[in-house]
Structure formats: structure tokens, C-alpha cells
């Protein structure tokens, strides 16, 4: 099945100007905070490699359907050994850094986490780089 442009990347933009510019001010402020917040974030590496899937986007723009398929090709393919989900678990009530369970009730890890545990280990971390280290250092071989 061909893909097609969708038609409204060719409407002329019909946005008000009256809405732009009422929407200036809170843009700077959100790009003025996001520089300071840029600044005093610390890089932290691992040593094991990490695709990010995200967006602004809050929910329905297909992120979950879109990291099923990609753990699919990589577990087909055998490109890395052993790959595994870090989400942050929104809606967890047990939000601590762990590997989840499938014995695990929904509402302590989020309903995501356990859709993804269907597919590959999943951990939950509110702190991407402590999550992230528990892949690294984890045996799940």
C-alpha cells in the first residue's frame, strides 16, 4: 500500500495571527527555561547502547506500537543481546527503579510497562540514567 501526503500539508496556514502572537511570550518563556534547564543538566554515559522513542506528544502518536516493532527487528536480527524497555511508568504507584513483573498488579507499574513486558524485560525508573544502569549491570542473559 503506497503511502500518500496527507492533503493539509498543502493548506495555506490558517492559524490567526492573533493566536501567534499571544503565543509568543509563553514560547520565549518555555525556551528560556529549557536553556537554563539544558545547562545545569550533567551528561551521564553507560556503556551499553540506548534508542530513545519520545516525544512531546503526551499519548496516541504511536510511540508504543512504534518500540514494539523496533525491539522486533532487533530481537529478529539478533543485533544486541538481550534488549530490554525503560520507561518511566506513568501511572505506577510503585514508581522505584526495578526490572518488572508479569505477577506485578497494572496499577503498581502502569498498564505500558506491562504491555512492553510482553515483548522484552522492562524496567521502570522515574531517573533515566539509574534505569538505564540497571540494564547495563543487570544478568538478564
Given at each position: 500500500m503506497p503511502f500518500k501526503t496527507p492533503k493539509f500539508w498543502y493548506k495555506?496556514?490558517?492559524t490567526s495571527t492573533f493566536i501567534k502572537s499571544a503565543l509568543k511570550p509563553i514560547a520565549k518563556l518555555y525556551q528560556i527555561g529549557h536553556r537554563i534547564n539544558s545547562k545545569n543538566q550533567k551528561s551521564q554515559k553507560i556503556k551499553i547502547p540506548v534508542i530513545c522513542i519520545g516525544n512531546i506528544t503526551a499519548g496516541g502518536s504511536g510511540k508504543t506500537p512504534t518500540t514494539i516493532a523496533i525491539n522486533?527487528?532487533?530481537t529478529e536480527n539478533k543485533l544486541f543481546n538481550n534488549p530490554c524497555f525503560l520507561t518511566r511508568g506513568y501511572g505506577a504507584k510503585n514508581q522505584s527503579t526495578r526490572f518488572i513483573s508479569?505477577?506485578?498488579p497494572t496499577?503498581?507499574?502502569?498498564?505500558?510497562p506491562k504491555i512492553l513486558l510482553n515483548y522484552s524485560n522492562t524496567i521502570i525508573s522515574k531517573n533515566r540514567y539509574k534505569g538505564a544502569r540497571l540494564a547495563q549491570n543487570s544478568?538478564?542473559?
Open positions: 495555506k496556514n490558517t522486533k527487528i532487533i508479569v505477577h506485578e496499577d503498581e507499574t502502569g498498564d505500558e544478568s538478564h542473559d
